[in-house]
C-alpha cells in the first residue's frame, strides 16, 4: 500500500514506536529557480526528477509544447503544477501527479479510474456533500492579447447564458503573452470556460476501506440514486483491530 522514507521517529517509553514517514513526493517541496523553453510538462517533470535522483514510472506524454516559463523561487512542485496548468488550458486535459511505490508518475484523469461504486445509501458510515460557485467557478471568460507589431490590443469573450441567468456574471479576466494569435486566444479563451463553467462539488466520506484506493484515482459514486464520478482528492486508510476503513475526500472533474 505504501512505499516511502522515514523523516521522523519517536521513541515512547521504550515500548512504542512513532513513525513518520513520506513518499517521494516530499522532496518536491524544496524551493528552486528553473527557466526553460519548449518542453512539454512531462519533459519538465523528468528533467526535475533526474536533477533532484528521483525515480521516475509511467509518465505520459502531455503534448502540449510550453513555449517559454521563468519560475524563481517556488517550490518543485508548484513549477510542475503550473506546467500542468498551462497544458489543461490548453487542451483542456488533466493530469495527476502521484507516487506509485517509491517512482514518481503522471498519468491522466481517464487512466486513473478505478472499477469500483461506493454507494452512499448502503456502504457509507457517514458522508458530507457540498456544492458551491464561490471559488475558481467562472460561466464568462475574457482574455486580451496586444499584436506585437501594431500594438494594439484585441478582446475575446466566451460565455454561457444559461449559467449566467442562473449565477449571475462570474467574470475571469486573462491577459495573454503578445504571440497569440486570434485563433489561439479564442481557444483559450473557451477551454478556460469549459474547465471552469461547473458547480464545484466535495464528498467527505467514511467507509470501508479498499487497499486498491489512493489520491489521485477516480472512482464512481452512487448518492441518492444518482452516479458520480469524482477524483479522490485526499485518501487516509485507517487499519486498527483488525477493521480497514477510509476517510475520503472527493471532487468533481
Known amino acids: 500500500m505504501f512505499f516511502g522514507y522515514i523523516f521522523t521517529k519517536k521513541i515512547i517509553d521504550n515500548n512504542i514506536i512513532n513513525i513518520v514517514a513520506y513518499n517521494s513526493i516530499r522532496y518536491l517541496v524544496a524551493r528552486d529557480t528553473y527557466i526553460y523553453k519548449n518542453k512539454t510538462a512531462s519533459q519538465v517533470l523528468k528533467m526535475i526528477c533526474a536533477d533532484f535522483g528521483l525515480k521516475t514510472g509511467n509518465i505520459e506524454d502531455t503534448?502540449?509544447?510550453?513555449?517559454?516559463?521563468?519560475?524563481?523561487?517556488?517550490?518543485?512542485?508548484?513549477?510542475?503544477?503550473?506546467?500542468?496548468?498551462?497544458?489543461?488550458?490548453?487542451?483542456?486535459?488533466?493530469?495527476?501527479?502521484?507516487?506509485?511505490f517509491g517512482k514518481i508518475s503522471l498519468k491522466s484523469y481517464e487512466n486513473m479510474k478505478l472499477p469500483i461504486v461506493i454507494d452512499c445509501d448502503k456502504y457509507i458510515l457517514q458522508y458530507k456533500y457540498i456544492s458551491s460557485?464561490?471559488?475558481?467557478?467562472?460561466?464568462?471568460?475574457?482574455?486580451?492579447?496586444?499584436?506585437?507589431?501594431?500594438?494594439?490590443?484585441?478582446?475575446?469573450?466566451?460565455?454561457?447564458?444559461?449559467?449566467?441567468?442562473?449565477?449571475?456574471?462570474?467574470?475571469?479576466?486573462?491577459?495573454?503573452?503578445?504571440?497569440?494569435?486570434?485563433?489561439?486566444?479564442k481557444n483559450y479563451?473557451?477551454?478556460?470556460?469549459?474547465?471552469?463553467?461547473?458547480?464545484?462539488?466535495?464528498?467527505?466520506?467514511?467507509?470501508?476501506?479498499?487497499?486498491?484506493?489512493?489520491?489521485?484515482?477516480?472512482?464512481?459514486?452512487?448518492?441518492?440514486?444518482?452516479?458520480?464520478t469524482m477524483m479522490v482528492e485526499q485518501c487516509s486508510h485507517i487499519i486498527k483491530n483488525n477493521e480497514h476503513l477510509m476517510k475520503l475526500t472527493l471532487t468533481n472533474l
Request: charged content about 30%; some cysteine; proline content about 2%.
Open 63 to 100: 503534448s502540449y509544447i510550453i513555449p517559454y516559463r521563468i519560475e524563481e523561487n517556488q517550490t518543485i512542485l508548484d513549477i510542475i503544477y503550473k506546467s500542468l496548468e498551462l497544458t489543461k488550458n490548453f487542451n483542456n486535459k488533466n493530469y495527476i501527479l502521484f507516487d506509485d
Open 133 to 185: 460557485i464561490d471559488k475558481n467557478v467562472y460561466n464568462s471568460v475574457k482574455v486580451s492579447v496586444k499584436n506585437r507589431k501594431t500594438k494594439v490590443i484585441s478582446t475575446y469573450l466566451q460565455e454561457d447564458a444559461t449559467n449566467k441567468k442562473k449565477w449571475g456574471t462570474l467574470r475571469k479576466f486573462e491577459r495573454l503573452p503578445n504571440d497569440f494569435n486570434s485563433v489561439q486566444a
Open 189 to 228: 479563451a473557451k477551454n478556460i470556460l469549459n474547465i471552469h463553467n461547473k458547480l464545484n462539488e466535495k464528498m467527505e466520506i467514511l467507509c470501508f476501506g479498499d487497499e486498491k484506493v489512493s489520491s489521485g484515482n477516480i472512482i464512481n459514486i452512487l448518492i441518492n440514486k444518482q452516479s458520480k
